[in-house]
């Protein structure tokens, strides 16, 4: 299994662009995760689907961002207008609803300029 | 407000020595906690887990004790190995549903060779 596919691993951009970052789980896994972490907060969940619908969106932080679950095998997770204080690494997780352990992927390093 | 904290950001130990990373909670409602230990580039990876029926875990060189009066759990690494050398996050989940956890800021371990 290729585990959590996250992509891409780094994007620098400037103050005002897009930015759009994606999330390909575990084959199987019906409960996905978006995690933004940064020195001063840690981990941060910003959302998690169940089944590919949100469920909980209270962690992110403002209008800016937001997240779709199209289909089970893929998710994004878009900032638009992006801005320097967005800047940190996005982890995308998956797990079998139930199961407490949650597989992370590799990360996205986010730089805005 | 972090419920979940982790008030050493660092922790440098001899190699061999035993290594203790503390975490606190806030909130009762917790009953499932989790240990992660992340590399450099590369997501968390689930360590050890712990419920709160139980006061100990042990796997191999890791052990979690929790203390529910206090709202506090430890890891022991025993002996610690440079291999070891990793940030440690916890984590604190109530058991409903989709476990939805809230990750403390994590501590930089340092082990010595």
């Known amino acids: 299994d290729a585990g959590v596919i996250q992509s891409p691993r780094h994007e620098v951009t400037e103050m005002g662009q897009e930015v759009t970052l994606r999330c390909k789980p575990i084959?199987?896994?019906?409960?996905l995760f978006w995690y933004r972490q940064t020195m001063m907060r840690g981990l941060e969940l910003l959302i998690y689907?169940?089944?590919?619908?949100?469920?909980?969106d209270s962690g992110m932080p403002e209008d800016r961002f937001s997240a779709k679950m199209p289909n089970a095998s893929f998710s994004t997770l878009k900032i638009q207008p992006s801005e320097p204080r967005d800047s940190a690494v996005y982890f995308c997780a998956s797990t079998l609803r139930g199961s407490h352990e949650q597989f992370f992927g590799p990360g996205t390093r986010l730089t805005v300029l | 407000d972090q419920q979940v904290k982790q008030n050493s950001p660092s922790l440098s130990v001899q190699e061999g020595r035993i290594s203790i990373l503390n975490c606190d909670y806030t909130n009762s409602m917790f009953d499932y906690f989790l240990w992660y230990k992340k590399y450099p580039a590369e997501g968390p990876t689930f360590l050890i887990s712990?419920?709160?029926?139980?006061d100990k875990n042990e796997d191999g060189r890791f052990t979690v004790f929790l203390n529910k009066s206090a709202k506090h759990l430890s890891l022991h690494i025993v002996p610690s190995q440079p291999g070891d050398s990793a940030v440690y996050f916890c984590?604190?989940?109530?058991?409903?549903?989709?476990?939805?956890?809230?990750f403390g800021t994590g501590t930089r371990l340092k082990v010595l060779a």
């Open positions: 712990i419920s709160s029926i139980k």
């Open positions: 689907f169940n089944n590919n619908v949100p469920i909980d």
């Open positions: 984590a604190a989940s109530e058991t409903s549903g989709t476990y939805k956890y809230i």
């Open positions: 084959s199987g896994h019906n409960s």
